[in-house]
């Protein structure tokens, strides 16, 4: 049993599990869960993920942007890896993984986290201007990270959904996640579409976040009546 101990006390100080309280049983370290979103492939990060959130795992943020800093991470890069594990744990919760995790642990813990994207608000876009209207079709043109730095506006588009990361929001969007996403035609109105994210989940699309999207080419979307430009960060997944 000693040698138990004094093995469990070596892994702690590793990094590579949480300390368990009295009665509980232990979960990796936040770090560990870290060093698998950057190097593991996303279904094994993020089995990982939510083991670390099941046992009540919480990251100190300023430390985690420090690691991703001091390994000199490319935000985007970073945005991409977390972005790709979060999809791969929400299908195994799907699946039933994970059944003592709520769904508000759950985004508590990934909350934590959130300097793997808000780092990506950081990087300078190209301030909006007026272009000629081209407007897009389908919302599959959208895959990808997107932002506009100056409102201060992330948004991740994969597979239909979108990551919303826009801080100052309501009582905050930290890419916790993945909402349904539409391009809803208004031309017959003659109106641009309505890029829309169900960030209420209503189902239905009451309230969504929306952008009245004039035109879309490969490296940017812009939105005339909203005086916004989103510059893409990364490419489709």
Do not use: K
């Amino acid at each position: 049993m000693q040698m138990i101990a004094v093995a469990m006390a070596a892994l702690v100080l590793l990094g590579g599990v949480q300390a368990p309280a009295a009665g509980e049983a232990a979960g990796p370290a936040w770090e560990a869960v870290t060093e698998q979103v950057l190097e593991a492939a996303p279904a094994e990060a993020a089995a990982t993920l939510l083991r670390w959130a099941e046992a009540g795992g919480a990251a100190p943020e300023d430390e985690v942007e420090a690691l991703l800093a001091a390994r000199d991470v490319i935000p985007a890069d970073a945005a991409a890896a977390f972005a790709q594990v979060l999809d791969e744990a929400d299908a195994l919760l799907a699946e039933g993984e994970a059944p003592g995790l709520s769904q508000e642990d759950y985004r508590a813990a990934v909350r934590s986290l959130s300097p793997f994207f808000t780092r990506l608000l950081e990087t300078e876009t190209t301030p909006w201007r007026e272009e000629p209207s081209d407007w897009p079709e389908d919302l599959a043109g959208f895959e990808g990270i997107w932002l506009d730095s100056d409102m201060g506006e992330l948004l991740i588009f994969r597979a239909g959904r979108c990551r919303v990361v826009i801080p100052w929001l309501g009582s905050g969007y930290y890419g916790e996640t993945a909402y349904a996403a539409r391009l809803r035609d208004r031309s017959e109105v003659g109106y641009a579409p309505s890029l829309e994210v169900d960030t209420h989940e209503t189902g239905s699309f009451q309230g969504p976040l929306a952008y009245y999207v004039s035109g879309l080419d490969g490296e940017h979307f812009w939105c005339n009546s909203q005086a916004q430009r989103f510059d893409r960060l990364w490419d489709a997944f």
